[in-house]
């Protein structure tokens, strides 16, 4: 569920890269990971969503920090029998677009 943790000060976050223009939704991860961090009383970690797409022949590229994420914004799921892990519960980012958020940069 972390993605990158700074060794000086112990920041942690969850990075997802998507390649296309700032979307709403997102896949997360594990959703009995989450409920593990949930039941140790630890907040969800922050969220850093890489966003790159094409437009008009040039490459653009977002980069947004998300502090907090409620869990309201979490949508659970479970992949098909057909997916490489069948079965497994995992949950995606909802609404990201509305939530407050620091743009990290842009291009």
């Known amino acids: 569920m972390v993605d990158l943790q700074c060794t000086g000060c112990l920041f942690r976050a969850q990075v997802k890269t998507n390649f296309c223009k700032?979307?709403?939704?997102?896949?997360?991860?594990?959703?009995?990971?989450?409920q593990k961090v949930k039941k140790a009383a630890h907040l969800m970690p922050p969220l850093i969503i890489n966003f790159k797409w094409q437009e008009k022949g040039s490459e653009k590229q977002a980069i947004w920090f998300y502090p907090f994420v409620p869990a309201a914004n979490l949508r659970r799921r479970v992949l098909s029998s057909k997916a490489r892990r069948a079965g497994?519960?995992?949950?995606?980012?909802?609404?990201?677009l509305k939530l407050p958020h620091f743009i990290l940069y842009e291009k």
Do not use: L, S
Not at 88 to 96: C, L
């Open 88 to 96: 497994y519960r995992m949950f995606n980012y909802t609404g990201v």
């Open 22 to 34: 700032p979307k709403n939704e997102v896949f997360g991860a594990g959703w009995d990971i989450y």
